[in-house]
Structure formats: structure tokens, C-alpha cells
């Protein structure tokens, strides 16, 4: 998948986002809980990796922390920007070198299954060496990701075509857009995460992982 694939998926189902894809309410707050309990206390600064609309914005800030959030879409950072209290936003591929100096935040989040779709095979232990330096030493890294049990539930569904032992291509009814996930086991996730990151990864519900790391000192 392209960085180019990502851009065009997301541009395209960006005016539905909220409606089609948003969490109810109780289940977003209820999330957002357990995030904030894995991040250092405020005002902590928070990458948002894939903020989209911004969904989780008005929660970090009530806390107190101070995010900043990058997306590939343009078309999403534009409804991402009116919402009533903005924050630093940057139009950027996170699967590339992120565009932050060292030890520029105290944490990263990565939420609504946003690292499900890499480029490669490889494209997370990048992006996880990427944190590493742009996180500090102590720092969280925290991940919302479907598990490969996603597979096994959504089987049957006319939207999903699986096209690999943990790989399937999403099609969004409304557009026609499409874009590939790429599922990993726990212990893939904890393997891409690497020795800079002491990483635990845990269910929520039957069919996503949490994925909680601390920045090695």
C-alpha cells in the first residue's frame, strides 16, 4: 500500500468519518480512560499519529496535555482544524522520518486502529525506531490495533476480502475507497517494537490489542 493508497482512502471517506466510523460515546470515553492511565501525567506532550478528525483531541486536552497531531490526509486535518480548540496539526506520512526534532514529545498515541495499515512488512519497526528518537527516554508509546481475530469475525462481510494469512483489503461501501490491514500477533507487535521500548500488549474485547510501551532510559 502506497502512501498515496492511504491518502486517497482516507480523503474520500473523511466527510463520513464521524458518522460512519466514530465510536459511541460512552466506548470513546471509556478508551480514552485506559489511553490516558498509560501516559505520563500533564502536561505532557502527545503525538497524535493519525488524528483524523480529531476525535481524541478534546479528551487530551481536557486532561491537560498538549497534542499535536499528524495525518496523510489533507482533507481530514481541514475538519481536524475547525474544531473549537485547535491544536498544532502537520500534513505528513508517519511511516516516513517524522519531522520533529529528538525528544521532541513525552509520548505518542496511535488510536482508532491507525497502524493497521503499513506499507510493508517492515514499516512498523521503522515507524517504532522513528518514536524511539522522537520520544523521550521514559516516554509511552500507545497503540489501539485490531488483532488477527479481526479477521475471523469480520469473515463473511462483503466489505473485507482477506487476501493473506493476515492481510485483507477494506473496501468503504459508500465510496468505493479501499485499503489494505495488515494484522499482527502479540508477539510480533512486541518483536516490531524492538529493545527501545519495554512493551506489553494486551486484549480489548476479543478483537484488538492494546499496545502500551515505555520509552528505554
Given at each position: 500500500?502506497?502512501?498515496?493508497?492511504?491518502?486517497?482512502?482516507?480523503?474520500?471517506?473523511?466527510?463520513?468519518?464521524?458518522?460512519?466510523?466514530?465510536?459511541?460515546?460512552?466506548?470513546?470515553?471509556?478508551?480514552?480512560?485506559?489511553?490516558?492511565?498509560?501516559?505520563?501525567?500533564?502536561?505532557?506532550?502527545?503525538?497524535?499519529?493519525?488524528?483524523?478528525?480529531?476525535?481524541?483531541l478534546t479528551a487530551l486536552?481536557?486532561?491537560?496535555?498538549?497534542?499535536?497531531?499528524?495525518?496523510?490526509?489533507?482533507?481530514?486535518?481541514?475538519?481536524?482544524?475547525?474544531?473549537?480548540?485547535?491544536?498544532?496539526?502537520?500534513?505528513?506520512?508517519?511511516?516516513?522520518?517524522?519531522?520533529?526534532?529528538?525528544?521532541?514529545?513525552?509520548?505518542?498515541?496511535?488510536?482508532?486502529?491507525?497502524?493497521?495499515?503499513?506499507?510493508?512488512?517492515?514499516?512498523?519497526?521503522?515507524?517504532?525506531?522513528?518514536?524511539?528518537?522522537?520520544?523521550?527516554?521514559?516516554?509511552?508509546?500507545?497503540?489501539?490495533?485490531?488483532?488477527?481475530?479481526?479477521?475471523?469475525?469480520?469473515?463473511?462481510?462483503?466489505?473485507?476480502?482477506?487476501?493473506?494469512?493476515?492481510?485483507?483489503?477494506?473496501?468503504?461501501?459508500?465510496?468505493?475507497?479501499?485499503?489494505?490491514?495488515?494484522?499482527?500477533?502479540?508477539?510480533?507487535?512486541?518483536?516490531?517494537?524492538?529493545?527501545?521500548?519495554?512493551?506489553?500488549?494486551?486484549?480489548?474485547?476479543?478483537?484488538?490489542?492494546?499496545?502500551?510501551?515505555?520509552?528505554?532510559?
Amino acid at each position: 500500500m502506497s502512501e498515496d493508497d492511504a491518502r486517497r482512502f482516507f480523503d474520500a471517506i473523511a466527510g463520513r468519518y464521524e458518522r460512519a466510523y466514530g465510536l459511541p460515546a460512552d466506548e470513546s470515553r471509556s478508551r480514552m480512560q485506559r489511553v490516558r492511565r498509560e501516559l505520563p501525567p500533564p502536561p505532557a506532550r502527545v503525538l497524535d499519529l493519525g488524528v483524523g478528525t480529531g476525535r481524541e483531541l478534546t479528551a487530551l486536552l481536557d486532561a491537560g496535555y498538549e497534542p499535536t497531531g499528524v495525518d496523510v490526509s489533507p482533507a481530514m486535518l481541514e475538519r481536524c482544524a475547525r474544531r473549537a480548540r485547535p491544536v498544532p496539526l502537520v500534513d505528513a506520512n508517519f511511516w516516513r522520518p517524522l519531522p520533529f526534532g529528538d525528544g521532541a514529545f513525552d509520548a505518542a498515541i496511535a488510536l482508532h486502529g491507525t497502524l493497521a495499515h503499513p506499507p510493508d512488512d517492515d514499516a512498523i519497526a521503522r515507524l517504532a525506531r522513528e518514536l524511539a528518537r522522537v520520544v523521550r527516554p521514559g516516554g509511552a508509546f500507545v497503540a489501539e490495533v485490531p488483532s488477527p481475530a479481526w479477521l475471523e469475525r469480520a469473515a463473511g462481510d462483503a466489505r473485507l476480502r482477506r487476501t493473506g494469512p493476515g492481510t485483507a483489503l477494506y473496501e468503504d461501501p459508500a465510496t468505493g475507497a479501499c485499503i489494505e490491514a495488515r494484522l499482527l500477533s502479540d508477539t510480533a507487535w512486541m518483536a516490531a517494537l524492538g529493545p527501545a521500548w519495554s512493551t506489553r500488549v494486551e486484549p480489548i474485547g476479543d478483537a484488538e490489542w492494546l499496545v502500551a510501551a515505555v520509552r528505554a532510559r
